[in-house]
């Protein structure tokens, strides 16, 4: 079975710093990666996601995200982040042509400092 | 488009007094879906649904039934409440099957069961 590893319970950057979230994915054959971000009390906003083709993809609010295959990561980064992002950000797995959903990770709560 | 909408936002219960959490969605989407996200462990899937009249079991599907007798609706229905299904409850829906297609989430009910 698929499984999500977010290693970063939480991280603290300060406003205008650039940020890298971790995400490592366990599973056989190409996953469908996903990260998503949660604002308090929201539900998730889908950011990016990635299936095949180009290894950086690019997703809403200045995100984007690198696909390695033989690292089996897929880190969320961002070159400076703004006071609005602080939320808990989830990295999420899918298994190709399956439909029983998607495999999420423990989340990473992301702080900002002035 | 309202998008995916959740009744109740918050509900208390007590052990063993049943309710359903009600989920609908206006964008016609075939795939609709229930998490439960509990403090540290991330989304975990309860059950799930390809289409109307056809349901079936995720990661935690105990203490929980669903049905789906229209496109547009999906209701959770907890027979017999605990406190271990304290939790917030998210409901999700998709054009298709979950590893292709970008997943959206309602806003979430928080359910306490005392």
């Known amino acids: 079975a698929q499984s999500v590893t977010q290693p970063d319970i939480h991280i603290t950057v300060s406003e205008g710093a650039s940020l890298e979230l971790r995400c490592n994915y366990s599973y056989g054959a190409t996953p469908y990666l996903f990260w998503y971000v949660q604002s308090p009390g929201q539900g998730l906003q889908l950011l990016l996601k990635?299936?095949?083709?180009?290894?950086l993809v690019q997703g809403i609010k200045g995100f984007e995200a690198e696909f390695k295959r033989s690292q089996s990561s897929f880190n969320l980064r961002k070159p400076s982040v703004h006071w609005s992002d602080a939320a808990e950000y989830f990295c999420?797995?899918?298994?190709?042509?399956?439909?029983?959903?998607?495999?999420f990770g423990k989340g990473t709560h992301l702080i900002i400092q002035p | 488009n309202a998008g995916v909408t959740q009744t109740p936002k918050f509900q208390v219960l007590k052990t063993g007094q049943s309710m359903t959490l009600q989920c609908a969605q206006d964008m016609n989407h075939e795939y609709m879906s229930w998490y439960r996200q509990d403090p540290g462990m991330g989304l975990r899937l309860i059950h799930y649904s390809v289409g109307a009249g056809i349901t079936d079991q995720g990661e935690v599907p105990n203490g929980y039934n669903v049905s789906r007798s229209t496109t547009e609706d999906f209701p959770l229905r907890l027979l017999s409440a605990a406190p271990s299904q304290t939790s917030v409850y998210f409901c999700?829906?998709?054009?298709?099957?979950?590893?292709?297609?970008?997943?959206?989430f309602g806003p979430g009910t928080r359910l306490t069961v005392l």
């Open positions: 990635y299936f095949s083709g180009d290894t």
């Open positions: 999700a829906s998709s054009r298709s099957g979950a590893s292709t297609d970008t997943q959206y």
């Open positions: 999420a797995v899918a298994e190709g042509g399956g439909a029983d959903g998607l495999t």
